[in-house]
Structure formats: structure tokens, C-alpha cells
């Protein structure tokens, strides 16, 4: 449940809506070219979807879903808010929507609300991190001078994804969302190796990130700081997690 902080921020923001953009996940070229917008209604947990514009696929854009509240088939339950985020495969009418976005109000409301949507923590994000490089041994610094092939000494969200990929670290979809969000301060897609490498090396011992860092976003920072559990709690989640997905990894080579 929401603490009494996390119902007061909920409730001046009733009357909006969290806009998430998606894809049909399936093998047909048709569908997987189909682009859909899913809007979630504060006010009362009812979702609708829309068939958004493709140019020159011959598909009309349109309402696909009304609005209304709807069963979550993975939980038996009711679609909440935290159901949807970026990364999400959401099961509606027997269709599976893979989310690959979301607007700028929806990922700062996220953001604002880290507790039901840790993912969008820039705490629990650096706990992981952290936690995942320990498990390989692996050097940030070492990870950033590989993929920084144009010695710009910055690289995308794409490189980022694929860096940490290579050795094993993989961040879901709304965690590399919000580390860009965090430090891409000019809007160009892009993290500064030395901003980057200053920040992660200035972890506490618990894993922490400072709220108060110099050339961040000071109110997704701020926001990471209150976003309920403190740094040794999420170092503790981040750990579990990254356990959970080492075990669900030797699973699957067996």
C-alpha cells in the first residue's frame, strides 16, 4: 500500500492520466508493425487503449479499447497502476502489449511514486547496479572506454544497454529509463562518462546514491531520496533481485 505521502501525491493528481506506448508482441509482421497507446485513468484505475497512426501501413488509428476496469490475467486481479511501466508485457482481450515508452508526466509521476515503482528509483537503479558489478567483478570505468567507440567520452542509451549486456548486467527497460533520465541533463540522449563514473563511485557503502549531486536532474534525485525505503533497503532488494535473476539465468541453460 501506498504511504500516507505516496496517497497525498495520488490524490493532486487525480483527474490525469499515464500515457504508455506500445507494441503487439507476437511473430506476425503485421501486428509487430501496429503501434498502440495505453491510458491509464487515475481517478479510478480504468485503462483504455488506442490504435495509434502508422504512416503507409493502410491501418486505421482509432479507439481499440474503451475505457473501463479490467482483469489482469497474470494476477486474477483487477489492472493497477504498477502493472504498467516500460518493459511490461500486459495481457488485454488476449492481446499481449510489450510497452516500450511511456510520456514525460507518466515517468515523472513514476518517479514521484518509487515506492509502488522501485524501477523508477534512481536509489534501487544504483543498488542493483552496483550489486550486479560486484557479482562480476566488473570495472564501470573499463565497461565505458569499451563502448565509447568515438571517444566522445559519452555514449547512448542503445550502447549503454549493450555494454552491460556484454558482461552479463542487464537492467530492465525502465531502469536504463531512469539512469537517462537522471543524468541525460541536455535532453540529447546521452550519458557523460565523468558525471556518470563521478556519481556511481560516490555510492555510500550501502549503496546509495546522493541526492544533492552536481549536474543531475535535482528533482529526480530529490525524488529518489523520498521515495520511501533508505539505501541499505534497497541495496537488500537490489541483491535479492539480482539473485533471483542469477538463478533464473543457470534455469535456463540447464
Keep these: 500500500h501506498p504511504r500516507k505521502g505516496d496517497y497525498k501525491r495520488f490524490l493532486q493528481s487525480k483527474g490525469k492520466t499515464l500515457k504508455f506506448f506500445a507494441t503487439l508482441d507476437g511473430e506476425d509482421p503485421i501486428d509487430t508493425m501496429?503501434?498502440?497507446?495505453i491510458s491509464w485513468y487515475l481517478d479510478d484505475d480504468?485503462?483504455?487503449?488506442y490504435e495509434?497512426?502508422?504512416?503507409?501501413?493502410?491501418?486505421?488509428?482509432?479507439?481499440?479499447?474503451?475505457?473501463?476496469?479490467?482483469?489482469?490475467?497474470a494476477t486474477g486481479k483487477?489492472?493497477?497502476?504498477?502493472?504498467f511501466y516500460v518493459g511490461?508485457?500486459?495481457?488485454?482481450?488476449?492481446?499481449?502489449?510489450?510497452?516500450?515508452?511511456?510520456?514525460?508526466?507518466?515517468?515523472?509521476?513514476?518517479?514521484?511514486?518509487a515506492s509502488l515503482w522501485p524501477m523508477s528509483s534512481v536509489e534501487f537503479v544504483f543498488a542493483k547496479l552496483k550489486a550486479k558489478l560486484l557479482e562480476k567483478s566488473a570495472s564501470l570505468r573499463e565497461l565505458f572506454r569499451r563502448y565509447d567507440t568515438d571517444k566522445s567520452q559519452s555514449i547512448s542509451l542503445h550502447e549503454f544497454v549493450r555494454m552491460l549486456e556484454s558482461f552479463?548486467?542487464?537492467l530492465a527497460k525502465q531502469e536504463c529509463v531512469t539512469v537517462f533520465r537522471a543524468?541525460?541533463?541536455?535532453?540529447?540522449?546521452?550519458?557523460?562518462?565523468?558525471e556518470f563514473i563521478s556519481v556511481f563511485e560516490g555510492t555510500d557503502a550501502a549503496g546509495g546514491v546522493p541526492a544533492a549531486t552536481s549536474g543531475l536532474h535535482a528533482d529526480r534525485m530529490a525524488a529518489a531520496a523520498a521515495s520511501g525505503a533508505d539505501a541499505a533497503t534497497f541495496?537488500?532488494?537490489a541483491e535479492r533481485q539480482a539473485a533471483r535473476e542469477s538463478t533464473d539465468a543457470a534455469t535456463d541453460r540447464l
Excluded: C
Excluded at 480504468?46 to 487503449?49: H, N, W
Design 34 to 37: 501496429r503501434r498502440y497507446r
Design 46 to 49: 480504468t485503462l483504455a487503449v
Design 52 to 73: 495509434q497512426e502508422v504512416r503507409n501501413s493502410g491501418i486505421a488509428p482509432g479507439k481499440w479499447q474503451a475505457r473501463t476496469k479490467m482483469v489482469n490475467p
Design 78 to 83: 483487477n489492472f493497477k497502476s504498477s502493472d
Design 88 to 113: 511490461a508485457l500486459v495481457t488485454i482481450k488476449g492481446h499481449k502489449f510489450r510497452i516500450q515508452e511511456a510520456d514525460d508526466f507518466s515517468y515523472s509521476y513514476m518517479e514521484d511514486l
Design 168 to 170: 552479463g548486467i542487464g
Design 183 to 194: 543524468f541525460d541533463t541536455s535532453g540529447e540522449g546521452l550519458i557523460d562518462y565523468h
Design 235 to 237: 541495496m537488500a532488494m
